[in-house]
């Protein structure tokens, strides 16, 4: 039964690190994984690169439904692969350009209901990590645990910086910050789906805390879920 398989919920704003702390833990518990923002991603690339304009929400929203894209994962700490059309655009995803075309399209309704069916259908068992924006208000509300991370838009810019440091993207570090309060402004002010914590969520601050202490964290809280 693919409704009963447990959900863990990890949401919050960009560079939080929510992505790293889902790949930990999907592999910690042996569950799947669902990077949402990598559908909103890959909707705007694929709009993008099939000319469709990213003001027709009518037109994005087909590209949404009909994504023809692929998650493969990889072996110990190997990133997850993301094929579209059977191309590796693992490396395009992740860019600035693409991260912001995200945010346009990720503020339209009938593209946020095109992904919706997609995103429960990673709901299987032995459980499913889900990562993004509203995973524990929208698209699963009944989640035994729901986690929202939260930290400083400086601390998350300098995370990104690093980040793209290592990739060989050079961007200079005031211009992450404004994009990142660009992005929580659009993200937190959109009417649909907006990015905000579930009333059930538990909110943990990573701006002082280390990747692992954040795991150990939602580790004990999944733990004390499961105590009788
Ligand atoms: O997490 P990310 O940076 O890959 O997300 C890319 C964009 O998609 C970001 O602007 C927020 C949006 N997004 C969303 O609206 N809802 C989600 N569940 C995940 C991402």
Redesign the pocket.
């Known amino acids: 039964m693919t409704d009963s398989a447990p959900v863990i919920t990890i949401d919050g704003p960009?560079g939080v690190g929510?992505?790293t702390l889902t790949v930990s833990l999907a592999r910690h518990l042996g569950w799947h994984l669902l990077?949402?923002?990598?559908l909103?991603?890959l909707t705007a690339l694929k709009a993008d690169s099939s000319g469709i304009d990213l003001a027709d929400e009518t037109a994005v929203a087909a590209a949404a439904r009909s994504l023809p894209a692929e998650f493969v994962t990889g072996a110990a700490n190997e990133p997850v692969r993301v094929l579209m059309d059977g191309q590796d655009v693992t490396e395009r995803l992740r860019t600035e350009a693409c991260?912001h075309m995200?945010?346009t399209v990720?503020a339209y309704p009938q593209v946020r209901e095109a992904l919706l069916q997609r995103q429960r259908d990673f709901r299987q068992a032995p459980g499913l990590v889900a990562?993004?924006?509203?995973?524990g208000t929208t698209?699963f509300p009944g989640a035994p645990l729901k986690i929202f991370l939260t930290a400083s838009a400086a601390v998350r810019a300098e995370r990104r910086y690093e980040q793209l440091k290592r990739q060989g993207e050079s961007v200079k570090l005031s211009h992450l910050l404004k994009e990142i309060e660009a992005?929580d402004a659009?993200?937190m002010g959109r009417s649909e789906?907006p990015?905000k914590p579930a009333e059930d969520a538990i909110q943990i601050d990573t701006s002082a805390l280390g990747i692992p202490e954040v795991f150990n964290l939602v580790i004990a809280h999944w733990q004390g879920k499961r105590l009788p």
Do not use: I, N, Q, T
């Open positions: 960009s929510k992505g990077d949402s923002g990598a909103y991603r991260g995200a945010s990720a990562d993004g924006r509203d995973m698209v992005r659009r993200d789906s990015l």
